[in-house]
């Protein structure tokens, strides 16, 4: 019963991960391509550390507790994950506009009206 | 039943692949920015490729290779940042 | 001397549960306690300038544990609903290949730089929009996959959060 639960978690996970990285193939600038990779990877991630998780937790209350590492350790993980993705994403689009790459086709810019007003 | 990781392994296959199809975009990009996404993304890729594989080898301290792997990663991609926002 | 106590428990207790099942004692042995204690303290005189840092104006309020309920709460509840959003709202994009996309400008209002930088993440993992530049105001520059109007409201943007995260970092 909790190993089709893992399967189910496992399925989840490489689905979104592999629908990030076509996106990374699909679009055409930068920006679109980090809305892609940043939250379909995220995603993914999360649901195939949560099956390992769960696979931990079994192992560990059915006679194993060592592996109740395993569920700590990967919740470590998690988390770090959560936090650093989206904030390395930020940098990299930030640094992508600065470096003068504009977005591809874009009806509005309001940050060129700050670099107008602010730098040059 | 128990304990085989045989599923675990084949998804540390499956990462693998997708990790060779990011390699494309790191070679293919146009522009610096873009092959530094996809840079990103396969460091993500291989955070979960490190768990997974430590669940089928039935190592754990591949995990905490995953959580040291995580912040390495994380402090190089905000200085790759760094170095291309300073260069324009 | 009070950050510095506070920061050397939170190094101490991180260091415990990373090394939980070492030994006998509870979970851990007596070695991994001796080192936890030493590499403790030398992270807690590290840490001590960023730790509660009251420039972020939120200092020791942010030990109170209902912001720590809210915020647990807020990761499992509004965040993960919205991811799942965002994930298919991309699959969408990628195979219709219908975008319109534009850079506008939303102004949270959240007082500490803390809660700034909460909302710029909340919004990078909700659909269809990414953050990309922060000013001194704590304006946030969002780029948006498919814009519906050139000066957006803020719960078009990023939903509810900044309601949830008022009540986490402020």
């Known amino acids: 019963m909790i190993i089709l639960v893992i399967y189910a978690f496992l399925a989840i996970g490489i689905i979104f991960q592999t629908s990030g990285v076509i996106a990374l193939h699909q679009f055409p600038d930068v920006y679109t391509r980090l809305h ?32 109740a ?37 874009a009806v509005v810019d309001m940050l060129k009206e700050k670099y107008r007003v602010g730098k040059k | 039943m128990i304990g085989s990781g045989f599923e675990f392994m084949v998804v540390a296959v499956a990462l693998v692949v997708l990790m060779l199809v990011c390699l494309a ?19 993500t890729l291989v955070m979960a490729f490190l768990v997974v ?3 089928a080898l039935n190592a754990i301290i591949y995990i905490d290779v995953a959580i040291v792997y995580a912040l390495l990663a994380f402090v190089s991609t905000l200085f790759i940042s760094k170095y291309l926002e300073a260069e324009a | ?53 009251t420039g972020t104006k939120l200092g020791f309020r942010s030990l109170n544990p209902k912001r720590w309920v809210f915020f647990l709460i807020y990761a499992i509840g509004p965040l993960f609903f919205e991811m799942a959003k965002a994930n298919i709202e991309v699959a969408y994009r990628m195979i219709t290949k219908k975008i319109k996309p534009g850079i506008v400008k939303i102004s949270p209002g959240m007082k500490s730089d803390f809660g700034t930088m ?14 990309v530049d922060v000013d001194e105001k704590g304006n946030i520059y969002v780029h948006w996959i498919f814009v519906e109007s050139k000066n957006p409201k803020l719960e078009d943007v990023c939903s509810s959060f900044p309601k949830w995260i008022r009540r986490i970092a402020e």
């Not at chain 3, 070492?22 to 030493?38: M, P, T």
Request: contains cysteine.
């Open chain 1, 36 to 67: 892609g990779s940043t939250k379909c990877t995220t995603f993914g991630s999360i649901f195939i550390y949560l099956a390992v998780i769960v696979y931990g937790a079994w192992f560990a209350f059915s006679g194993q507790p060592e592996y």
């Open chain 2, 53 to 55: 594989l430590g669940v």
């Open chain 3, 1 to 53: 001397m009070a950050v510095l106590a506070v920061a050397f428990v939170f190094s101490f207790l991180f260091y415990l549960v990373l090394t939980a099942g070492s030994g006998k004692v509870l979970f851990w042995s007596i070695e991994e306690i001796g080192f936890g204690l030493v590499f403790a303290a030398f992270t807690a005189v590290l840490a001590k300038k960023f730790f509660c840092s």
């Open chain 3, 118 to 131: 909460m909302v710029a993440n909340g919004i990078t993992l909700t659909p269809g929009t990414l953050s």
């Open chain 2, 25 to 43: 975009r790191v070679l293919l990009g146009p522009t610096m920015p873009d092959r530094v996404v996809a840079l990103d993304t396969i460091n």
């Open chain 1, 69 to 105: 590492v395993l569920s700590i350790h990967t919740l470590i993980v998690m988390v770090l994950l959560l936090v650093t993705n989206p904030t390395g994403a930020h940098a990299i689009a930030r640094a992508a506009y600065r470096s003068g790459v504009m977005p591809k086709g």
